[in-house]
């Protein structure tokens, strides 16, 4: 799978996969065609506001995984990266892969850190979208886009048992505990 080096950031190394960039330009579609159809923003204004939403949606997907690193670490198993692109729109905890077996009670811990921390985060993000509704209309709905982003799809949506959610991995742990 191609990857992309970004960086690193609190010790974890963060990689893109093309999907992530995809995803993105899908995701900026979809929120400039709903500014201009629904909201009824000039199509300049909605992109360049779509364009943030995009931003702050990625800035959200990283803070669940450094909820979820500092879970990791607090086990003393931690995380070595993040990788974005998952189903285009999310990203990936990356754990060393050689990692020995560990007790369900770890697995659980790490699961829960991202969804928690995206919880606490929710509070700055409802914070700035109080802040940008004060600013002006446009930034007031990227503000909403972010505290709902932020709540639904990372602070709530991970307990859905997707498949590919920490909700997945909470249930498999959780029976094996």
Known sequence: MTEYRLGTLAGLQLRATPLAFAGSILLLVLLSGFATGVLHLPVGVAIVVSLLAVLLHWIAALAHHLGHAWAARRTGHPMRGVRF???????????????PTLP?????RRALGGPMGSLLFTLVTLATGLVLRTVNESLGWVGTFF??????VFGLGPFLPLGFT???TLLHWWRKR
Do not use: K, V
């Open 85 to 99: 692109g998952t189903l285009g729109i999310l990203a990936t905890s990356l754990y060393p892969p050689d990692e």
């Open 104 to 108: 369900a009670q770890i697995h659980i």
């Open 147 to 152: 505290f709902l982003d932020n709540l639904l």
């Open 166 to 168: 920490d909700g997945s």
